[in-house]
Nanobody, 122 residues
Framework: QVQLIESGGGSVQAGDSLRLACAASGRPFGMYVTVWFRQAPGQEREFVAA????????DYTDSVKGRFTISRDGTKNTVYLQMNSLKPEDTAVYYCALGTRRSYSSASYNYWGQGTQVTVSS
């Protein structure tokens, strides 16, 4: 049984930073890609960032490029999302997920965490 647990969300001011963590347990065999999605109230779940642990390739949605960084600590089986220069439009519930290949569609991912709330005030 694979479980993903997110942590690190909170309420901050615009310009502040947060680091989200996604800890995986179980045996996610073949799940090479970890992604972060986010969902704001009344909106669809949106791709934020991806990391392929086999080749280290990362990918970001345009709105977070240069501000967010996805990384991995293999010893802890944890993926992080460092979020700098936060903006009010970054406010959302952030979810991590595992999948076999990188995709911008949330339907492509097999396992999901419960989500962590990020609120950025101006």
């Amino acid at each position: 049984q694979v479980q993903l647990i997110e942590s690190g969300g909170g309420s901050v001011q615009a310009g502040d930073s947060l680091r989200l963590a996604c800890a995986a347990s179980g045996r996610p065999f073949g799940m090479y890609v970890t992604v972060w999605f986010r969902q704001a109230p009344g909106q669809e779940r949106e791709f934020v960032a991806a990391l392929n642990r086999m080749d280290g390739i990362t990918d970001y949605t345009d709105s977070v490029k240069g501000r967010f960084t996805i990384s991995r600590d293999g010893t802890k089986n944890t993926v992080y999302l460092q979020m700098n220069s936060l903006k009010p439009e970054d406010t959302a519930v952030y979810y991590c997920a595992l999948g076999t290949r990188r995709s911008y569609s949330s339907a492509s991912y097999n396992y999901w965490g419960q989500g962590t709330q990020v609120t950025v005030s101006s």
